[in-house]
C-alpha cells in the first residue's frame, strides 16, 4: 500500500485531510508533536476501515526530519507529503517579536522545505508522488495584522510553483492549497478572529481539496456562502 505523510495531522484541517486520504487507499502516516491526538486519529482512521502510522516529528528539528525520513522510507513506499502543519502569530507587526517570527517561519516556511526535500528523493525513485502545501490565501493577497503569517505563505508559494515547474515533465505533483480561515483550534489562544464559526469547518475544506487534487491550484475562500 502507497503511502502519504500528513504533518499536523493531530487536529483541524490536517486530521480531516488525514481522515479523507485513508479512504483513497493510502496509508496515511500521521506526523505532529503530540502523539495523543495522532493516536485519536488513528483509532479513528482504524475504526473506519483504513490504515495509519503515528511518527512524533519537530519540524523545527531538521536532523529529526531526515532521519525519520530515512526511517519511514525503510517501513512504507512513499508516495505522497501534505505540508499542513504551520503557526501563526497576529496583531501589529511593530509589535510582533523575534522569537515569534523566527517561529513562524520555522514551521511554515523551513519545516515545509525541508520535509519535501527529505521526501522527494523517494518520490524520484518511484518515478510519481504527489505533495500538498497547505498555503491559506495569505499566500495570495496581504492582510493587515497578519504580516509576517503572509511573509511566510508567499515564500511556501513561491517554493511549490518553483517546483511545480521544475517537476512539470515528471509525475510528481506539486499542489498549492489556499484557504481562507476555517473553524478550527488554530485561532484558539488568538483574538485576531471574533468568531470562528463563521468560517468553514475544516471537514468542509479537506472535502474541497480532496476532490481537487487533479488541480495543480486549488482556492478556497473562508466565507460559507
Known amino acids: ?12 484541517l490536517g486530521k ?24 485519536a486519529v488513528k483509532q479513528q482512521i482504524e475504526q473506519s476501515g483504513g490504515s ?4 512524533a516529528l519537530d519540524l523545527r528539528n531538521l536532523e529529526e526530519i531526515k532521519e525519520i525520513a530515512l526511517l519511514l522510507s525503510k517501513k512504507h513506499t512513499l508516495s505522497g507529503l501534505v505540508n499542513n502543519a504551520g503557526i501563526g502569530y497576529f496583531g501589529p507587526f511593530s509589535e510582533t517579536s523575534d522569537t515569534e517570527m523566527e517561529e513562524v517561519f520555522q514551521t511554515n516556511v523551513f519545516g515545509t522545505i525541508h520535509m519535501t526535500k ?85 471537514t468542509e475544506v479537506a472535502e474541497i481539496i480532496v476532490n481537487n487534487l487533479e488541480k495543480t491550484e486549488i482556492i478556497i475562500e473562508s466565507k460559507k456562502s
Open 52 to 55: 495509519a502510522t503515528v511518527q
Open 118 to 202: 527529505a521526501i522527494l528523493p523517494y518520490l524520484e525513485q518511484n518515478q510519481k508522488g504527489l505533495v500538498v502545501n497547505i498555503i491559506s490565501t495569505a499566500g495570495l493577497r496581504g492582510k493587515k495584522h497578519e504580516a509576517v503569517y503572509c511573509a511566510s505563505k508567499f515564500a511556501v508559494r513561491g517554493f511549490t510553483e518553483s517546483l511545480q515547474k521544475e517537476y512539470e515533465a515528471t509525475d510528481i505533483r506539486f499542489v498549492a492549497a489556499y484557504m481562507g480561515g476555517m473553524n478550527t483550534p488554530f485561532w484558539e489562544e488568538s483574538e485576531h478572529v471574533a468568531d470562528p464559526t463563521k468560517f468553514r469547518s475544516a
Open 1 to 12: 500500500m502507497e503511502a502519504i505523510i500528513v504533518t499536523g495531522a493531530g487536529t483541524g
Open 16 to 39: 480531516e485531510l488525514a481522515l479523507l486520504l485513508s479512504k483513497q487507499d493510502y496509508h496515511v502516516i500521521l506526523t505532529g508533536r503530540t502523539e495523543d491526538t495522532l493516536n
